[in-house]
């Protein structure tokens, strides 16, 4: 599977942007897609998560009731609508893709196979 991420730009403070993730391959739908983050100087962190059917979502505490992932099987995409957003989620964002075989988000990065090249949020204050 391969991913490119793209979406991100600059962006002021309360403001929104949407990212989108495209996957190649013909089994999209059996792998659990996640965002991930990387900000400036600190570890990669886990954003949220959207399982194979795109039925079940679970999100960090720090973007839970700004952000929503959704996903479109028949497209090859993952979506990652931003609102709110606020100088901390400056980073660059990854999409990935791993391979799991129940219908459930997944929350560890070691459960991805698969990662796009980023895409780069800056949000202004």
């Known amino acids: 599977v391969q991913l490119q991420a793209f979406g991100g730009g600059l962006v002021q403070a309360g403001g929104s942007l949407r990212l989108s993730c495209a996957a190649s391959g013909r089994t999209f739908s059996s792998y659990g897609m996640g965002w991930f983050r990387q900000a400036p100087g600190k570890e990669r962190e886990f954003v949220g998560a959207?399982?194979?059917?795109?039925?079940?979502?679970y999100y960090a505490d720090s973007v839970k009731g700004r952000f929503t992932i959704s996903r479109d099987n028949a497209k090859n995409a993952v979506y990652l609508q931003m609102v709110s957003l606020k100088p901390e989620d400056t980073a660059v964002y990854y999409c990935?893709?791993?391979?799991?075989?129940?219908?459930?988000?997944?929350?560890?990065?070691?459960?991805?196979?698969?990662w796009g090249q980023g895409t780069l949020v800056t949000v202004s204050s």
């Open positions: 990935a893709a791993g391979r799991i075989f129940t219908d459930q988000p997944m929350r560890a990065m070691g459960s991805y196979d698969y």
């Open positions: 959207i399982s194979r059917s795109g039925g079940s979502t």
